[in-house]
């Protein structure tokens, strides 16, 4: 089976697996564990922040730092197709009392010019903005990477207004490894900033918050609150570990093997890239002028022995990782293309 549903669906590695076996661990939630607390000296460092906090779920990271810098009624500035508005299950609501303001971000780039106009004046009838969520790469978007300069713009927008400014940066390294761009410029953006050791560097579980030491103490305790409190985590923490020392270099490899299954499919009638090229690790396919059936060459594809996902009522998504060879792309790619075209 060739799964290339998402890069969450990678193994730990046999590196990766000794390196868990051998942590030393303690009680993360008395912050005695020393393989957690070298895990986030690192991230940290690599983000040029003062602190950071290992979480369980990219989910919770996100929801944590929503609720650490937000109020019941407070609302939130994010783009209607950012992974927060669409797949962290109304949690915001649900948990925080935060209202969700979703405005339209052409080419999944939010521009300072439609949040100026999107946050709240100061009257007693209406919701205090408070925070605006930026999403670099950004997964609806097709994996796109944000142009720091149009960050930067935004966040100077939102704190020149007393708003603060959060980074979803789950795929953050894949930004990296495409623009040129250093984690830290990205991080210096954001006043929190999440990123996940899930998604393309092969960890387990895992993912991490970084901000001011005071933010990250905040957090700390709205992480316990949502149950993110973990005991003998380090664990985890040296998969975490491992995989910024030997998965982060190679994440470009990913990004020639979405090109390459999007060179295979490209050619196919009616069939639409979005966006083309991949600009990263994640290919969206739109089948809307094929007159095919997202369910049913879905379902002709897991006979086939592929997973892919579908990405809306006319979409699929496939996504390149750590544990599929280029090779096996192509392979998919040949067989969705006979689905299709068959």
């Not at 007393?162 to 954001?190: F, K, P």
């Amino acid at each position: 089976m060739i799964d290339i549903r998402s890069d969450t669906v990678t193994r730990p590695t046999p590196g990766m697996r000794r390196a868990m076996a051998e942590a030393l661990v303690g009680d993360d939630v008395f912050e005695g564990d020393p393989t957690v607390q070298k895990l986030e000296t690192r991230v940290a460092e690599l983000f040029g922040k003062e602190a950071a906090l290992f979480v369980p779920s990219g989910t919770m990271g996100n929801q944590v730092c929503l609720h650490t810098w937000g109020a019941p009624g407070n609302e939130v500035i994010l783009d209607y197709e950012s992974h927060i508005a669409c797949y962290e299950v109304g949690t915001a609501a649900a948990f925080s009392g935060l209202q969700l303001q979703m405005i339209e971000c052409p080419n999944a780039v939010m521009s300072a010019a439609r949040v100026a106009e999107a946050i709240r004046v100061d009257d007693i009838h209406c919701p205090q903005t408070r925070i605006v969520c930026l999403e670099n790469t950004h997964n609806r978007g097709g994996g796109v990477v944000v142009p720091l300069e149009q960050m930067r713009e935004v966040a100077e927008v939102a704190h020149r207004r007393g708003l603060v400014v959060h980074l979803d940066g789950a795929r953050i390294w894949n930004a990296v490894a495409t623009s040129g761009a250093s984690l830290a410029e990205y991080a210096a953006v954001a006043d929190s900033l999440m990123c996940c050791l899930s998604k393309g560097l092969g960890a387990p579980i895992g993912s991490l918050i970084v901000g001011t030491r005071e933010f990250i103490r905040r957090a700390r305790r709205t992480r316990k609150m949502f149950g993110g409190g973990m005991r003998q985590v380090g664990i985890l923490a040296a998969a975490g570990l491992y995989a910024l020392e030997h998965h982060l270099p190679r994440l470009a490899d990913d990004h020639l093997k979405a090109r390459a299954f999007a060179d295979c499919v490209r050619h196919i009638d009616g069939l639409r890239l979005v966006p083309d090229p991949p600009p990263t690790n994640i290919i969206v396919m739109d089948l809307a002028g094929t007159g095919k059936q997202v369910g049913d060459v879905l379902i002709a594809l897991r006979e086939a022995g592929i997973l892919m996902v579908p990405f809306g009522a006319t979409r699929l998504r496939a996504v390149a990782h750590l544990d599929v060879t280029a090779d096996e792309m192509v392979r998919a790619a040949q067989i969705l293309s006979d689905i299709i075209e068959g």
